[in-house]
């Protein structure tokens, strides 16, 4: 336990300075935050034609209202934190970057539910956008790492046994 | 043979299901919520910067550090700089961890819990100061500097320290804590997944 959570905070500590340096900024971070707005925009469009976006954001053209998909707000920060845990924890490397690719997927899901959703609240209600923004949806983006990690935690003991039981078999 | 539920299928529900009141609680109580970690933060600056804080003002949710750092004011004047942060910013893994702790029907949660929120309040107070150093370090950086003595290397840290206690901190210490104490937990996800793997085998024999 000592092991994971000293790999952990180590792993996760670079993974965050990288993140911030302007390369990566450059190269990863706001690209895919332009990218979510987009993605964000697309779905949208099915239910609500007037939804556009631009740069990092997503705007309603009739009402003018919109929201600016910041740092903290594109799931980067919770990706890192479950490679960090997927990482620092004993596995083989296959089943550590189905980890991380998988889990990175489920989690930007989330988080494209997190930006359509506060995209309508701060329409509807200001205080309650502040809420969403500021305290639940970070809860709930935190809960889905937990989650996505501990079914990866489940996969990772079922695939071990299945090697194991396979071993046994062939001896 | 019915297959068992899931573990983790019955802990996220009762986590989803728990942070809503748990939220709702918390938000109710925030103006007690955010004290400690105003005291908190007040002390941690006076000990690190004891040559211009001079103090804090606390109304609601919304602390104010008295500084005397002095700025160029929009009027033209000189003004002192006094920056504000809203406090319970900081805090919301509080009702996080309280979800956790009865998502998993942790026994022991009349000590586990005050434990943890006394356990998270240095991490709270940490996102709080490094809010109020951005103001002074970056934004006013230019003017504050003879009296800070912060030099580039400072400022970069600060910044890293903001953004940690800002964007990482606020959960991820309740998620470690909860680890910590609900370890078996993760104990039982890994047995259940080790079954399942043998589950087939078994079968065809």
Known sequence: ?171 | MRKQRSVIGGFFLRTFLWLAPALALWYWARNFVVMPVAWLAEAFMRFFFPGWVSGTELDGIHLTLITRLVIPHASGRMADLTPEVSVLTYCYGLPLLLALFLGVRAKGLWWKLPLCAGGLLPFQAWGVCFAWLIPIAVEAGQYTRSTTYFNSWDVNLIGLGYQLGFLVLPTLIPMLMWLYFERSFVITVAVEGAMEGSEPTQSRR
């Not at chain 1, 925009?41 to 003018?64: E, N, R």
């Not at chain 1, 489920?106 to 959703?117: D, K, S």
């Not at chain 1, 090697?163 to 046994?168: I, L, Q, S």
Request: glycine content about 6%; charged content about 10%; aromatic content about 12%.
């Open chain 1, 1 to 171: 336990m000592a092991r994971f959570f000293i790999v952990f905070i180590v792993v996760l500590v670079l993974l965050f300075a990288a993140e911030l340096t302007h390369p990566v900024q450059d190269a990863v971070v706001v690209p895919w935050t332009i990218f979510l707005a987009k993605m964000s925009a697309a779905i949208l469009v099915f239910f609500d034609g007037t939804v556009i976006s631009y740069g990092k954001v997503l705007q309603h053209s009739v009402s003018g209202l919109g929201v600016s998909i910041e740092a903290g707000c594109n799931g980067i920060e919770a990706a890192l934190i479950l490679t960090a845990a997927v990482l620092a924890y004993p596995a083989a490397w296959p089943m550590r970057l189905v980890g991380i690719v998988l889990g990175f997927i489920a989690i930007q899901a989330a988080n494209v539910l997190r930006v359509i959703t506060l995209f309508y609240l701060v329409e509807y209600s200001e205080p309650m956008f502040k809420f969403a923004h500021l305290y639940l949806w970070q809860a709930l983006i935190m809960l889905d790492v937990l989650i996505v990690w501990l079914l990866w935690v489940r996969q990772v003991a079922r695939h071990e046994a299945r090697v194991e039981v396979g071993r046994a078999q062939a001896a």
